[in-house]
């Protein structure tokens, strides 16, 4: 049956209509203008850093500020390997971070502080009033606003809780990074001028707080934010309360423990300790164990999800049993390596990436909370399959048969797919299966 008319309801657009669209209507221009942006706080603040280090401190706070940036941005790489998202989105958070509202920090928290201090007469309580109300409200505003962006513009790269936490915790990591080179270099200046060095020195005791002792900080403030958005793009899209409140709340939440960390050299001698292993360290244990939960339940939700499209015809019996396992995996991708090169192992990660958002997009339409698009989603993530369907069913097929496992029992007896087939060719020859799961 035909589902649209067979000739246009509305008379086609002149031919020459998009080539005079204005030029700010074309889709790079956002782009060009968020990179410009960027790039322009980038260079204000490498100038108010190096004016306050001075050029051999903001080299020493460079170069030590940089070592825990690669682990913290590899863990939440791994934590994001379920449904990994594009590097683009990782860059302009790490970018945001550590250019856009290190900048906004550095200039709010500088005015708030003055301001308070000539009002008050009193330079140490501004100080103190500064670290434990303003800065905590200003960063993790500033922060924020990178994971609000990728949530209202990106929003197919942020589906659930990991997502959330993966976007606020890079944003953090170069919101530290920045930070971590102002302190450190200063600390290094002041080294200079009182001839300190080694073990004793300011620059060391800097160094073992803020990257020995909390190089997580910064990222397990700006987390709790970002689960909040996380929990918002699992809600329906009618529940507008429920997507506002959610985000404020975990905003909130990292205001709270940012001050609480800020303030904690102020409750005594051994306050910052008491804080240290009251609260922080607490806090991140949950925040780990959470997060392999969650990674945990996608997993699960690939395996149970995935089958009804194994039984339409778009998946082998074995794909949804192996893509719900990590290592089935990456011996996929080792597979499709060894068989087929770099191409190859591509093709296998991009399958099981649409896969894997195939499946949290039929959860979503089952509990009833998917968008307008979905058809047009699910269509899309299909096709996408189907394309690199020759390369990753045999080596998905290869991981689940390296480890002797059955094949699960919800396949009908012979079916298409259990037709062998060429790695090397275009898959099984068959046409696209039609049938939709949704469809009753």
């Not at 020493?60 to 998202?85: C, I, M, N, T, Y």
């Not at 100080?127 to 197919?156: M, N, S, W, Y």
């Amino acid at each position: 049956m035909a589902t649209c008319p067979p000739y246009p309801t509305h008379p086609p657009a002149p031919s020459g209509a998009l080539r005079h669209a204005h030029w700010w209507q074309r889709r790079w221009v956002p782009y060009a203008a968020l990179s410009a942006l960027l790039a322009l706080s980038g260079l204000v603040i490498l100038a108010l850093v190096r004016e306050q280090t001075g050029t051999e401190g903001f080299l020493v706070g460079l170069g030590l500020a940089v070592l825990p940036v690669p682990l913290l941005v590899a863990s939440f790489r791994w934590l994001d390997r379920v449904e990994p998202g594009p590097w683009r989105n990782l860059v302009f958070s790490f970018a945001w971070g550590a250019c856009a509202a290190a900048l906004i920090a550095i200039v709010a928290n500088s005015f708030a502080t003055r301001w308070i201090a000539t009002a008050t007469a009193d330079p140490s309580h501004a100080d103190t009033l500064g670290a434990t109300v303003i800065a905590p409200v200003v960063e993790e505003t500033a922060k924020a606003a990178a994971v609000l962006l990728l949530f209202l513009f990106r929003r197919r790269d942020f589906s659930g809780l990991l997502d959330g936490v993966v976007i606020a915790g890079v944003t953090a990591t170069g919101f530290a990074f920045t930070e971590n080179i102002l302190y450190l270099g200063t600390a290094f200046g002041t080294d200079q001028l009182s001839g300190d060095s080694g073990i004793a020195s300011v620059t060391a005791a800097t160094f073992f707080v803020r990257v020995v002792m909390s190089p997580f900080a910064h990222p397990l403030f700006t987390v709790l934010t970002g689960l909040g958005f996380g929990a918002a793009a699992l809600s329906g899209e009618r529940q507008r309360v429920r997507r506002v409140l959610l985000p404020l709340s975990g905003l909130l939440l990292a205001m709270g423990m940012h001050a609480l960390w800020n303030g904690s050299s102020t409750f005594g001698e051994f306050g910052f300790f008491a804080v240290y292993a009251a609260f922080m360290v607490p806090a991140f244990g949950l925040l780990v164990w959470l997060m392999l939960w969650t990674r945990y339940r996608e997993l699960r939700t690939v395996r149970e999800e995935l089958p009804a499209y194994a039984v339409a015809g778009w998946l082998s019996p074995a794909e949804p049993f192996a893509l719900g396992s990590m290592r089935d995996r990456r011996v996929a991708r080792q597979y499709a390596r060894h068989h087929g090169g770099r191409p190859a192992a591509r093709a296998v990660a991009q399958y099981e990436a649409y896969a894997t958002s195939l499946a949290f997009l039929r959860r979503r339409g089952r509990r009833g909370r998917a968008g307008a698009d979905f058809v047009v989603r699910e269509g899309e993530l299909l096709n996408e399959l189907w394309r690199r369907r020759a390369w990753a069913r045999p080596a998905l097929e290869h991981a689940l048969a390296a480890k002797s496992r059955p094949v699960p029992a919800y396949a009908p007896p012979g079916a298409w797919w259990a037709q062998p087939y060429a790695p090397h060719g275009q898959g099984p020859g068959a046409p696209a299966p039609a049938w939709n799961p949704y469809q009753v």
